[in-house]
């Protein structure tokens, strides 16, 4: 029996012979190619003394350089450009040289409810190192400002409209870390209406903090 080509498939068919007393029927087999599952590519010919690479070719659309691939890197920056900026406006937040309503509308409103908190709370600053203000002889405050600096910064795009952000700080003398979600939501432009018109102002996606976490 000559041996089946590669890739074919055995398919049983019935004998029209006749039984034999005290033999075993053995079906006949007919030879079918197998289905094709994956198109076949191109066939390109080996160059002498080319050597070929056998590396996975990624899969159509996948393609760096194709539209999904650019959009893509294009939403990974312009996330980390935004994460970069609302987080050094949350310092200089928690370190009251700013207030908190210039945040405005790159936090959401839980957002900003919870660094009010902790600007309140004084929640980044530490006691004076000088000791000012322990004996009440000086009437100096007890706390001041750490002065918090942005240390690192990542983001993880999870697809172009969120992404998982993180990063560390330094602050008195001691290094912490952050993380968050960001994600583009629907935020009413005010001033956008011609004017002597009245208007509710245009709506466009932008970027917006909507989950924090300091360590």
């Known amino acids: 029996m000559r041996p089946l080509p590669l890739g074919s498939e055995l398919t049983p068919t019935r004998t029209s012979r ?15 190619p197998a289905p094709r599952y994956e198109p076949a590519g191109p066939v390109v ?18 393609a760096p350089g194709t539209g999904s691939a650019r959009k893509t890197a294009a939403a990974a920056a312009e996330a980390r ?9 949350l310092f200089e937040v928690v370190d009251r040289r700013r207030s ?26 530490v006691p004076d190192p000088t000791g000012a203000g322990a004996s009440g002889t000086v009437p100096t405050p007890p706390y001041v400002p750490t002065g ?9 795009l999870c697809d172009p409209a969120a992404a998982e952000v993180f990063g560390s700080y330094e602050g008195g003398g001691r ?22 018109r009245r208007s509710l102002g245009r709506v466009e996606y932008r970027w917006q903090l909507v989950a924090l976490e300091f360590g």
Do not use: C, M, W
């Open 45 to 62: 010919a080996p160059t002498p003394g080319v050597r070929h690479s056998t590396a996975v070719r990624p899969f159509p659309g996948t």
């Open 100 to 125: 908190v309503a210039h945040l405005g509308d790159v936090v959401s409103p839980a957002i900003a409810d919870q660094v009010a908190a902790l600007v309140r709370h004084d929640a980044f600053r």
């Open 175 to 196: 290094t912490r870390a952050f993380a968050g979600r960001i994600e583009r939501k629907p935020i009413r432009i005010r001033g956008s209406a011609p004017a002597g």
């Open 18 to 32: 006749p039984l034999v007393s005290g033999a075993v029927q053995t079906p006949r087999v007919r030879v079918r």
């Open 148 to 156: 918090n600096v942005l240390r690192r910064v990542h983001v993880q």
């Open 81 to 89: 450009r935004f994460t970069v900026a609302v987080s050094r406006l």
